[in-house]
């Protein structure tokens, strides 16, 4: 009889992690792309986090999942970039890496053709930058303006105080108003 409790324990303990971490499938998802930079390795980067998270469930303690989850999501993937490709954890090069970046998907644009071509390369090209960041400060221009975190779920996610999020974040939206620039200048240069 103690194996049946037990299963019925199991199933239990899984619907209710399914009902509180499924619905941020799309946010771990997320988050892992824009650091991975790569989809199939954001897959993995995603289910192995979600194992870590299935793994560790009973000890959460808390009344929002989303930040610790993407907590989980975050460390998964800095360790599976450590691992795979370390290069990219190096020191911050400030000379335009958005050459090395790829555009990641773009949401869906407005119907009128004129304003969808001119938004659909605003931001294709936004994407781009994005990309181009390095991972911490690329995170945290994800977890608030695509995530809608605020600064305090940010500084948990990433484990970091939350006066280093609002730094991270006010000099990531400098290089990317500086790289903004140096691509618009670029293409009037080049006649586009």
Do not use: C
Request: aromatic share 8%; no cysteine; hydrophobic share 45%.
């Amino acid at each position: 009889m103690d194996w049946v409790a037990g299963l019925l324990g199991d199933k239990a303990r899984r619907s209710r992690f399914e009902a509180a971490a499924l619905p941020h499938l799309d946010s771990a998802y997320n988050l892992a792309r824009w650091i991975t930079r790569n989809d199939d390795d954001a897959q993995d980067v995603v289910q192995e986090a979600y194992l870590r998270a299935f793994r560790f469930f009973d000890g959460f303690r808390g009344d929002q999942v989303k930040p610790w989850l993407l907590a989980i999501v975050r460390h998964t993937a800095f360790t599976w970039l450590r691992r795979n490709r370390p290069a990219e954890l190096s020191a911050f090069d400030e000379q335009a890496p958005w050459e090395r970046a790829e555009p990641s998907v773009r949401p869906t644009a407005p119907p009128d053709p004129e304003a969808e071509l001119m938004d659909s390369d605003a931001r294709g090209r936004l994407d781009v930058l994005i990309a181009g960041l390095p991972p911490q400060f690329r995170e945290v221009v994800i977890l608030r303006e695509i995530e809608e975190l605020s600064y305090k779920e940010i500084a948990e996610v990433s484990a970091i105080p939350i006066g280093t999020v609002m730094s991270r974040l006010a000099r990531a939206r400098r290089m990317l108003q500086q790289a903004w620039r140096d691509t618009a200048a670029e293409e009037k240069r080049n006649g586009l």
